[in-house]
Protein backbone atom coordinates (compact mmCIF):
# COMPACT_ATOMS: atom_id res chain seq x y z
CA UNK A 1 0.00 0.00 0.00
CA UNK A 2 1.33 3.59 -0.78
CA UNK A 3 1.84 6.21 2.12
CA UNK A 4 -0.02 9.62 1.03
CA UNK A 5 1.57 11.12 3.55
CA UNK A 6 5.11 10.77 2.16
CA UNK A 7 4.35 11.84 -1.37
CA UNK A 8 2.65 15.25 -0.70
CA UNK A 9 5.23 17.35 1.19
CA UNK A 10 4.43 19.26 4.23
CA UNK A 11 3.50 22.42 3.81
CA UNK A 12 4.98 23.72 7.39
CA UNK A 13 5.79 27.88 7.36
CA UNK A 14 8.76 28.37 8.08
CA UNK A 15 8.83 30.84 10.94
CA UNK A 16 12.41 31.79 9.90
CA UNK A 17 10.40 33.34 6.89
CA UNK A 18 7.09 34.46 8.50
CA UNK A 19 10.02 36.15 11.39
CA UNK A 20 11.81 37.69 8.37
CA UNK A 21 9.07 38.87 6.01
CA UNK A 22 7.40 40.33 9.17
CA UNK A 23 10.57 42.29 10.22
CA UNK A 24 11.13 43.85 6.64
CA UNK A 25 7.46 44.69 6.37
CA UNK A 26 8.11 46.74 9.83
CA UNK A 27 11.56 47.77 9.43
CA UNK A 28 9.53 49.76 5.51
CA UNK A 29 7.04 51.16 7.80
CA UNK A 30 9.78 52.46 10.41
CA UNK A 31 11.78 54.24 7.01
CA UNK A 32 8.89 55.09 5.21
CA UNK A 33 7.48 57.37 8.83
CA UNK A 34 11.15 58.77 9.52
CA UNK A 35 10.91 60.05 5.57
CA UNK A 36 7.93 61.25 5.32
CA UNK A 37 6.06 61.13 9.16
CA UNK A 38 5.08 63.97 11.58
CA UNK A 39 8.68 63.78 12.71
CA UNK A 40 10.37 63.15 9.04
CA UNK A 41 13.95 64.86 7.76
CA UNK A 42 11.67 66.93 5.46
CA UNK A 43 9.59 68.42 8.15
CA UNK A 44 12.79 68.90 10.01
CA UNK A 45 14.55 70.89 6.94
CA UNK A 46 11.24 73.05 6.86
CA UNK A 47 11.42 74.31 10.45
CA UNK A 48 14.88 75.39 9.74
CA UNK A 49 14.04 76.95 6.81
CA UNK A 50 11.23 78.25 8.74
CA UNK A 51 13.67 79.25 12.24
CA UNK A 52 16.16 81.35 9.43
CA UNK A 53 12.90 83.25 8.60
CA UNK A 54 11.83 84.28 11.52
CA UNK A 55 15.60 84.90 12.92
CA UNK A 56 15.58 87.46 9.92
CA UNK A 57 12.67 89.01 11.00
CA UNK A 58 13.51 89.20 15.08
CA UNK A 59 17.42 90.76 13.66
CA UNK A 60 15.20 93.80 11.46
CA UNK A 61 12.46 94.08 14.30
CA UNK A 62 15.47 94.84 16.68
CA UNK A 63 17.20 97.11 14.52
CA UNK A 64 14.11 98.60 14.11
CA UNK A 65 13.43 99.14 17.10
CA UNK A 66 16.65 100.57 18.42
CA UNK A 67 16.02 103.12 15.62
CA UNK A 68 12.38 104.07 17.24
CA UNK A 69 14.35 104.08 21.00
CA UNK A 70 16.81 106.50 19.44
CA UNK A 71 14.27 108.58 18.28
CA UNK A 72 12.09 108.40 21.00
CA UNK A 73 14.58 109.53 23.20
CA UNK A 74 15.42 112.22 21.25
CA UNK A 75 11.84 113.85 20.91
CA UNK A 76 11.36 113.27 25.06
CA UNK A 77 14.56 115.46 25.21
CA UNK A 78 13.48 117.92 22.90
CA UNK A 79 9.98 118.11 24.91
CA UNK A 80 11.88 118.44 28.33
CA UNK A 81 13.73 121.45 27.51
Do not use: A, H, W
Not at 1 to 23: A, Y
Not at 63 to 75: A, G, M, P, S, V
Amino acid sequence: MIDFDDIRPKRKIDLKIVLVVLLSFLFGIYIFNLLFGEKSFSRMIDLQKEYQVLDKKVKNLKKENTILQKEYFELKELEGK
